[in-house]
Every structure is written in C-alpha cells, then in structure tokens.
C-alpha cells in the first residue's frame, strides 16, 4: 500500500527555519509530481510549492524567497525548508504525490496520494 508518511513539523518562532520531509513507500511509479499543501483554521486548502518530475515548479507567492522544495528520488522522498517563518504560515502542512503529475498539481485538489499532515505553528 502506498504511504506518504511526513515530518519535521513544530513550533517555532518568526523568523526561525524548519523543514518538513515526506517519505514515500510502497511505490511503483517512476514519474511522478510532489507538492506540499497547507491548511489553516477558516481557510482553504491552497499549495505551497509542488515540483514535477522534471523538477520544474511551483511556489505560492506567499512563500516565494522563503520557502525551497526539493526531492531526491533514490531515497523516495521529498523536502520543504521553510525559511523565515512568519505567522501566517501557521497551518498544518500536507504532502502529495500524484503520478505522472506537473507542477501544477498545487493548483488542483485532485490528487492521487497525501501525507498525514504536520502541524507548523510560527508565535510572533
């Protein structure tokens, strides 16, 4: 069964870096987009960064300049580092795979594969 299983999530300070990472198991895809999402309380779900198999990508303009993702496919996982975090990042953080995918799954809500969720909450 596939599984996307993340971590790195916490509580931090404005200002401070974390970086969330998203395993991948029982796999059986070669191409395939990831992407992480967000979630706060009385919002929308709306995606962060999401990167292709080609690694072409996507990034919020919210988060443009802070935030990097990346992947190392012979591990089967994929990163977010999150730097100078501010309050509105506060949310919980969900990773996604889609097979076959683009970057452009961070515009769309159907995808084939998520993670748990991690919560990230940034005090002022």
């Known amino acids: 069964q596939v599984q996307l299983v993340e971590s790195g999530g916490g509580l931090v300070q404005a200002g401070d870096s974390l970086r969330l990472s998203c395993t991948i198991s029982g796999f059986d895809y070669d191409y395939y987009a990831v992407g992480w999402f967000r979630q706060a309380p009385g919002k929308k779900r709306e995606g962060v960064s999401c990167m292709g198999s080609d690694d072409s990508t996507y990034y919020a303009d919210s988060v443009k300049g802070r935030f990097t993702i990346s992947r190392d496919n012979a591990k089967n996982a994929f990163y977010l580092q999150m730097n100078s975090l501010e309050p509105g990042d506060t949310a919980v953080y969900y990773c996604?795979?889609?097979?076959?995918?683009?970057?452009?799954?961070?515009?769309?809500?159907?995808?084939?594969?998520w993670g748990q969720g991690a919560q990230v909450t940034v005090s002022s």
């Open positions: 996604a795979a889609d097979p076959w995918g683009s970057e452009q799954i961070c515009e769309r809500t159907l995808i084939d594969y």
